[in-house]
């Protein structure tokens, strides 16, 4: 039964109440706004069999296609993988893994041979892959200075002795223990990521035909990202240009062979912006990751940038990870729109729109079994 | 000098003796010792400079804040922390602002009322003048003067008043909710001091009295005074909270002040009501809690397996600081205890008080709630209950002034065996307004009052033929009551009645010519047409509840001797004069018309008396009125001796009128499954009556059983019948006990065939109430579709609601009007005052006060529904997205080595409740509807599931728990898979942990952002609003500037530029949404085709046009008799102590204001609402006719 509205005339009415005063009340009737009665104008998706029966079709339809054309996509990547940990007696790098020590000077070198069965079009991507590694625990992650690797000189500067001085942050930062400094020195960098930064040499050869091994240019610039190179990381300014005597004062860290003004020749890839050193610092989400190593630059537009044939990867072993059952790869990858190869996205895709065609048609059944019978049942009072 | 040594508090340290003392004008002893109580008082918390201090401490007395505080603390650990300090520290500062700005408002109200209060001038009397004083620098022991219509400053012993006898009349409305006035008189001693300033200055007395404490009906004390000793009583005693009425000026001695006044004593703490949903989340963070350290052990335990087998071989690269994995897991467990805190969520009670407070203003602001006639909106005055609202069971409601509007209507006549009124009109239901307008023109009478009405001419007609039944009845009317007149002009007549039945008789005798004008202890002086009368008033025959009629024998102007008398049709006609039959079978039809009517009856009969034999009577009548023993046995023997052989006049028919709406309310409310008790202080037979008049009980009903038992086997047996007819298999199992439930018995609903009611009356009630008997009463009671319980104290009403609290797993709400009923509402779960009334006791302890009890059908149906519906889907919305979110860290715990590194970025996890999702959730549960009011009316059912409690349970918690444990499997696996070992398009890195955490972080916004299903304008806003938001700061957060200013607080630099632009990334957010809304859909449609609720079928279907609503005819029965009160105050009259001077004489008058525009507006309430000692239905013995006295018969050719 209605009754809301019986007594509409009664409360709509406009009456002016004298009140005990004799004077006329101030009217409390409240505003008639759709806000305040409630009466806003609304959509709210109900769900009928005319509804979500055409969206699971449609998911279906657009879903099925957009699967396929990623599938097709990832599925055109070219990509090899060569795995030289060297734990397994027959691979060429097992002795260097075996015999590693920190102590080496003399880097160990191992020599990979391995074939493209396909030809490499466009650029060529070079990674190095680390398995059971994890860069994303948390006090790996957090082991590190921003402000330091900002080129902040304060940072670099030599440990002070009173609780004054060291309240200013006038050297790196404490979450870099236990690689903050060596000897009241800095460490520049400091921390745990960039102690451990991977220092493996990768360098490519083709194996002619004719027997020569020609190496195949590497580029290293490029490969991190654009406001880590210049943002993020900058090497500290001081009073002259030379890095090394910016960084005079501090120590390089501990795994490392060279400090690090000596990463590289180039002055703009050196120091801290360095860009291997900046992949490197850019932390992995998952314990395996790559991480971009080298570019091979597409030549000519005739040539192939990696024709197939046979190819020689040479190692210089410096990285250990036997230690903790880790593996090292090297990757070749080419790139497309979406990336590099994952097939992922493109099955999920074709699976969640089959899956939600497959609901349609269940639904649909169901809805022409059961649904019809309910909706037409009035509501009983 | 009038100074006062207090030894109150003294005293009140030894609780030994109760009498505490007082001395009057002695305080020649060091000042140091007089302990002087002023009269201010505070009601506030909190001054400027303890407010920080007692606010903060208070807020960390909640669980939530303390908890809080102690993340913090974990958090500046370093081994610990697994966050930074601000993601604790932004929320709790917020939450605590925002709890601290609302207090900070509460209390800085409370300090202007008091200063309101305290600044109130009042004049004291201090060095032998009269001067104006603050009412807080009033002191105990001060002597002030108090003028009429003053309010009372404090607990005052009356010395004198303007009035003779020293009387004095307040008004206790804002005490007891009484409006009738009250009488006090002062000593005689105290008295003769008069308004003489000097004598009052002088006097000097002692006052020994009781402690402060809060029984208003109770005084005692003593007055030492010139070396006597006074007692005083409650009668000499005038209470803060009182108004002075009707007198010039009184003067009073200040006996109690401030806090320590009756009226602050009884301003105890009232109980902090608690919603069901309350509890069920207070338990549900228990369980939270518990399961939070479920996770974190299990997060814990593979730290150590992790640092055993993994971590310890790590080292290479990660040194660890300790090498113990034990000591390590035992860091994690906390570590990740503040990582997953988000699974208690802080800001839940926040948010749920801010959806309360809007739900709340919804309901101020409803127009169809507002009631026009008294300019009264409705109010909620808690806000923390609306979602309770949606969820009553039981509605227990007062009647006077409640259900009806406790006015009463003069509606029909019938006299000599003719009819008068609308006779052959049925009636119209009570909301619509009178169709017919020729009402009847009283001009011819100067003293008429404007406001009555009536709609039939003949009787004008046949008071103007001075028809001699007619007149005598008239003239009864008139003389037989015990209202008193008082006339401020000359002309202008007011009537103050006991019960607003008589007022409505005297007030239609006026109108039709006679006039009751004034009367002294004995006499009374009428208005025949226009013609001054004075009768001498001889002895007044009382009401009460056995007599059931009252008389007056009363000398006419010509000498005549006569009684008049006026009772239920029953008792008059047992003492009806033989030759009276004819008539007495056309007024028994007519009676029966009018019950069928619904009005209440009342029969009217004279007789002459013979002068002798009254002599005689008159003397015997005052032998037993001085007897000492059995006065009331002797005195009603004499009464049932002369009220015999009465001669019928005729009978009245009163409409009790109904409010608006009434039965069309409580047809809805019982549709919606909510069972309704009236509790009555009114006698059976007219509550019985209203019952029927309402809707409440109906004549389909199988049977209303009617329990009146006066012993507890009776009652036990009664209540056992009507059991037995209602169920016959379950009756026999008294045995029978109801499931323990946790300890706690809980009395289920059982199923019986058929509608029944039952009547129950407050002696039996007592019984009922006895802890034996309360279980078998609340079983048949529950089995009844209506309960009416009559003459009920409030002290039973309040039982009655506690009994059903107890036993029964529901919601009770108790509606009233009255002091007395303030006891039940405050017991219910929510109890509701009806507004606009003269009385406020009832609003003042309500939660929600409206003008009109139809209103409550909005409340409970429309407001109660969605707010309740609102909480339910904020509580699962919330407690869904809030754990989605923190899943995601568990799922990712077993890919970080369990190290409690999070996933998301940590000004995501600060702003993620606050900002990102904080408004679409408050958007939502402000504004969702599942189905509009209109459809709430039309399908009552719709209330059901929230009786039962289906939209928040454990039940749909843990539902909830599985669906985000999906969603977060969702949010985390497929971001996992899309960026394993995957790059950018330009062979850069995109799987790094912070484009990793962007990702997801997005996902998990997009995700639980689109699951909302209502989407108003203001919705839509709120949501895409916030998810521009969620950019606009994350773009800024990850800007270039904001990493030089702080490099090392905004280390995200760049991710948001590098990876969004990405459309694999894209990609992967639109497939994770569609993922986690895809099966919540499906289960949905699944369920609204396989079993549909009756929400989804008022979805489905389109609103229909309103219908009206069907006028139900109300019931043939009988009604009951036209008194609603109880011994009446007849001898009161008599002894003249109430009578004030002359009328006409008086200077200053009771003022009426705030008079509602009704035709008698009733200055009393029924006083009886206590269960008389005696039984009611005892048969009054049939007199026999012996002795015949003068009488005129009535002829078969009556007109």
Redesign the interface.
Known sequence: MMASSYSAKDEDGHITVSGPGGGTLRNKKPENTAFKQQRLPAWQPILTAGTVLPAFFIIGLIFIPIGIGLYVTSNNIKEFEIDYTGDDTSSPCYNCAKNFSWNNTKSCTCTIPFQLDQPYESNVFMYYGLSNFYQNHRRYVKSRDDSQLNGNIDSLKVGASSPMASRKKKKPSKECEPYASIDNKPIAPCGAIANSMFNDTLKLFYNDPNGTSVPIPLTSTGIAWWTDKHVKFRNPVGTNSNLTAVFQGTVKPVNWHRPVYELDTDPENNGFINEDFIVWMRTAALPTFRKLYRIIQKKNNMAPTLPRGNYTLVVDYNYPVRSFEGRKRMILSTISWMGGKNPFLGIAYITVGSVCFFLGVVLLVIHHKYGNRNNSANISN | MTQILSFNKLQNFSKVTLLSVLFLNFCHISFSFCLLQTNAIKTSKYNFFTFLPLNLFEQFQRIANAYFLFLLVLQVI?QIS?LSWFTTVVPLILVLTVTAAKDATDDINRHRSDNRVNNRKVQVLIDRKLRSEKWMNVQVGDIIKLENNQFVTADLLLLSSSEPLNLVYIETAELDGETNLKVRQALPVTGDLGDDIEKLADFNGEVRCEPPNNRLDRFTGVLSFAGQKYSLDNEKILLRGCTLRNTEWCFGLVLFGGPETKLMQNCGKSTFKRTSIDRLMNILVLFIFGFLAFMCSVLAIGNYIWERN?GS??T????R?EDDPAFSSFLTFW?YVIILNTVVPISLYVSVEIIRLGNSF?I?????M????????AEARTTTLNEELGQIKYVFSDKTGTLTQNIMIFNKCTINGKCYGKMCTPLTSP?Q?KQYTDTVDFSFNPLADSRFVFHDHSLVEAVKLENTEVHAFFRLLALCHTVMAEEKKEGELFYQAQSPDEGALVTAARNFGFVFRSRTPDSISIVEMGKQCNYELLAILDFNNVRKRMSVIVRSPEGKLSLYCKGADTIIYERLHQSCSKLMDVTTEHLNEFAGDGLRTLALAYKDLDEEYFNQWIQRHHEANTALEDREGKLDQLYEEIEKDLLLLGATAIEDKLQ??VP??I??LS?ADIKIWVLTGDKQETAENIGYSCNLLREEMNDVFIISGNSLEDVQQELRNARTSMKPDAAENSEFLPEMDKGVKVVTDEVVNGEYGLVINGHSLAYALEHSLELEFLRTACMCKAVICCRVTPLQKAQVVELVKKYKKAVTLAIGDGANDVSMIKAAHIGVGISGQEGMQAVLSSDYSFAQF?FL??LLLVHGR?SYLRMCKFLRYFFYKNFTFTFVHFWFAF???F???TVYDEWFITLYNLMYTALPVLGMSL?D?DVN??WS???P?LYVPGQLNLYFSKKSFFKCALHSCYSSLVLFF?P??????????????????????LLTQTCLLFAVSIQM???????TFFVLGSLAMYFAVTFTMYS?GM??IL??AF?F??TA??SLN???VW??IF?TS??CV?PV??N???M?????T?ND?????PAPP?????IRRTSSRRSGYAFSHAQGYGDLVTSGRFLRRPALTRSSGFTH??RTTTSFSPMGRSAGYSPTGRPQNNKVPDVEVTSLQMYRTITDSAP
């Open positions: 370093p697994s993994e071989q790590f290479v690269f990660l040194p600081l570590s919804y101020d602001w409803d127009r169809k507002y009631y026009a006639r008294n300019d009264t909106p909301h307004p608006d709406g069309q309310t047809e809805q549709k139809r059908q909005r969605w890919f970080c080595g190290s409690a590194q504004f509807q009011d209109v009316f039309q399908h059912q497929i996992y898979a899309a960026m394993y070992d995957t790059v950018r398009d330009d062979g850069k890195d995109i799987a790094d942990y912070q484009s990793f955490a299903s209502y989407w108003t304008a203001v919705n270039n990493f030089t490099p090392s280390p630099i760049g530029r590098n990405q459309p694999n990609l992967t497939l569609i993922l895809l859909i499906t949905r449609f699944l609204i085709q396989l079993c549909p009756i079928k008022a979805k489905a279907t309103t219908r009206r609503a069907r204001a705030g």
